[in-house]
């Protein structure tokens, strides 16, 4: 059973160019999360989702940042007109359908945004 | 609001010591608790993981010890070697939510 797979694990873009972090969850796993570690600090949350549905965006920038996790396909976090600012490994997390190990999340290799 | 604290911050050891990273938090109902390890630029190594109920997690060297009335816990990392080096975190997840908090981690340098 692979991991929690994050793709790519290094990411450079310029300035005002769009960046698309992908996730696919463990094998049966329904819930993903999002969370965003800036140089030198902690890992923040940032979204969680669902199949088809974002159950809680509150640490998700106001502008430019949006998360998908559609009924086919992995999850996508997706970030517009990027600024340097947005430097950061992207880590990705999921977790089974509730039940008896329901909140044990399984967190993938990251994904590090570079902007230029 | 759930605040996770470790310290401490940085830790530079000699090789075959035995030393302790603490983390505590605020809220303690929690579901459980786990520590990571982070190398530089590298992703979540996940080491233990503490549900509510339990008191401690043995795995090899490590010890992790829950103390949730005080909002504490403990990370044991006996007879250290440099391969130990690494960011150390705690990270809580609540009862019923799935944000987990994750504390600012103690940075662990074991020199030979």
């Known amino acids: 059973n692979a991991g929690v797979m994050q793709n790519p694990r290094h990411l450079v873009r310029r300035r005002g160019q769009e960046a698309r972090l992908r996730c696919s969850p463990m094998k049966g796993h329904s819930h993903v999360y999002w969370y965003r570690q800036l140089p030198e600090e902690g890992l923040k949350f940032m979204v969680y989702l669902q199949k088809e549905n974002i159950i809680d965006e509150s640490g998700m920038p106001k502008e430019r940042f949006s998360a998908e996790f559609p009924k086919e396909g992995p999850s996508i976090l997706r970030i517009q007109q990027v600024v340097r600012g947005d430097s950061a490994a992207y880590f990705c997390?999921?977790?089974?359908?509730?039940?008896?190990?329901?909140?044990?999340?399984?967190f993938g290799a990251g994904t590090r945004l570079s902007v230029l | 609001k759930q605040e996770v604290t470790q310290i401490p911050a940085a830790l530079s050891v000699p090789e075959g010591e035995n030393l302790v990273l603490n983390c505590s938090f605020t809220?303690?109902?929690?579901?459980?608790l786990q520590w990571f390890r982070q190398d530089p630029g590298k992703g979540l190594t996940s080491l233990l993981l503490i549900q509510s109920s339990q008191r401690e997690q043995t795995s090899g060297r490590l010890n992790a010890s829950l103390d949730k009335s005080s909002g504490r816990s403990t990370l044991y990392i006996a007879a250290s070697q440099p391969g130990d080096s690494a960011t150390y975190l705690c990270a809580v997840t609540p009862w019923g939510y799935q944000k987990v908090t994750f504390g600012t981690g103690t940075k662990l340098q074991v020199i030979p």
């Open positions: 809220d303690s109902a929690i579901y459980n």
């Open positions: 997390a999921s977790s089974p359908a509730p039940g008896e190990r329901a909140n044990i999340q399984y």
